[in-house]
Nanobody
């Protein structure tokens, strides 16, 4: 069994910063692509940023230049540094990852439970 747990959400004023982290635990042999998604009330879940196993990041246009995704494979953890936050960044942020598990060596997509980020104006 594999579990992804996010942390670091909270309330911040516009223009401020928050740092999120997501740690994978359990039967983790290795991790491929790691992504951050978000979902605002009444809206569909959308991709925010991702980072592959080579450490190459990708960003959605609405966060380019403001957010930075990184990973620490020794800790099975992905991070999201969010700067210059805007009220429209308010959402529940989810991490998701392709985890290669020990028992069959196959990759499965797992999701965290989400962490709330609220940006006040």
């Amino acid at each position: 069994q594999v579990e992804l747990v996010e942390s670091g959400g909270g309330l911040v004023q516009a223009g401020g910063s928050l740092s999120l982290s997501c740690a994978a635990s359990g039967s983790v042999r290795s991790i491929g692509l790691m992504d951050w998604y978000r979902q605002a009330p009444g809206k569909q879940r959308e991709l925010v940023a991702g980072i592959d196993s080579a450490g190459i990041p990708r960003y959605s246009d609405f966060v380019k230049g403001r957010f930075t995704v990184s990973r620490d494979d020794a800790k099975n953890t992905v991070y999201l540094q969010m700067n210059s936050l805007k009220p429209e960044d308010t959402a529940v942020y989810f991490c998701s990852a392709d985890v290669i598990v020990y028992h069959d060596g196959r990759a499965y997509r797992y999701w965290g439970q989400g962490t709330q980020v609220t940006v006040s104006s």
